[in-house]
């Protein structure tokens, strides 16, 4: 069953009820109120006789026709003889007992063989009683119409209910009915429409918006997924092509040492060449389990990095190590990043590295670090020969040369670039590339302030 439905049961059973529930405490106070107004009657035609014996009979006589009081009046003999002086509209045809008029001397009585009636007896003299009895026939009717018509009205209130809350729900039915009709299709994977608008209450907008936030949470994950299997298979394909050229070298020297027919120097030679591909191929596993380590951390055992203190630190190495070179540091006092310092400081070492590998020995470097607001930024600029012109500003790519000219051998595994990009970005951060000032590449890093 439909919610709706329940609802709109529980709203007409809650009205059914409550309707009931007024009718019969109103059909309550009717009938109390009408045997009131009966017993007054017959109270009253009891108390004109009582203390008079001998024109008690007379006065109540009287009050029945000067009031016009719908009464019977019995007397009642000695022997139990009944007659009969005065009739209502629904006269007592049953003769009341001597134990019925005892019983009620003093106070209204009914019995069982005298049903539909209320009574009461007084002393008449000589013995004899009077019985003045009152039909309720009249009281019994009465509440049962009222009860016919409670019943109608309830029903008729519950009825009314239903439609009128079909009518109010009807909007919100059919926004939501839309809703479900989308959130299908949603499942079937049609994700170009967009979300029906609601209107009414706060839940149904609230429903509205969770299934667009929903939707759009979906389509950002599906492209995510796309981008990454797109990326996933480029770099899949691309460690393929790195690792079968040293493969394919390795294999032929393998051969041409297995033949027997190299003289010495060939074979050392061979062996030579063997090891360099073998130490290539061990720098380019080591970079894909570090980039495969990057993504899988990322957002774990973060610190505090005093990044003044270890940029300043990494720059004085690379100067020892390059003496011939210019190296300008423009390092500003506690800057502090937030993130992996094992991994900061491999970003540093690919830098360097990067320089020493594609720039002459004598071409000047410059590192420069500072905090601006909430971000602070790394420089890191060479006066070697840079890279093409298209390729400034490009998201580093993995196995990604960017200038074709550069051998596998003298350029490394391609994942140099990568590897500093990945680092930045598990740093919230972010690395671009453009033309330095001092005619090479500039590397700018992008990070947000540790404090």
Known sequence: MKL???????????????ALAVGTFAVSASSRAQYATLDDSINAVAASGEGHPLTALTNALNLVQQDNLDLTLDVVDPTGAVTQISSSEIPLTVKPTLANVKSSLGSIRTAANLPGFRFRSLPVGGGAYLVIAGSTATIAGHVHQVVIRTVLVGLLAALLIGVLARLAMAGELATIRRLITFATEVAEGDLDDPVPPATGSSDVRELQRALEHMVRSLRATIDAEKRSAVAMQRFIGDASHELRTPLTVITGYAELLAGGQADEEQRQRALERVRKEVARMDVLVADLLFLAEVAEVRGRGETLINASEVVSGAAHDFAIDHPERDVEVNVGEGVTVKGRLDFFERLLNNAFANIARH????????????????????????????????????????????DPSRSRTSGGSGLGMSIMADVAASMNGSLATSRSDLGGLRLHFDFPAGS
Do not use: K, N
């Not at 709706?4 to 409550?18: C, Y």
């Not at 720039?359 to 601006?372: F, G, M, N």
């Open 4 to 18: 709706s439905t329940r609802l709109t049961i529980l709203l007409m059973v809650i009205t059914a009820l409550v």
């Open 359 to 402: 720039t002459e020995a004598t071409d000047p470097v410059r590192i420069s670090l500072a905090r601006e607001g909430a971000r602070v930024t790394l420089d890191i600029d060479d006066g070697g020969p840079g890279m093409p012109s298209d390729a400034y500003g490009a998201a580093p790519e993995g196995f990604r040369r960017f």
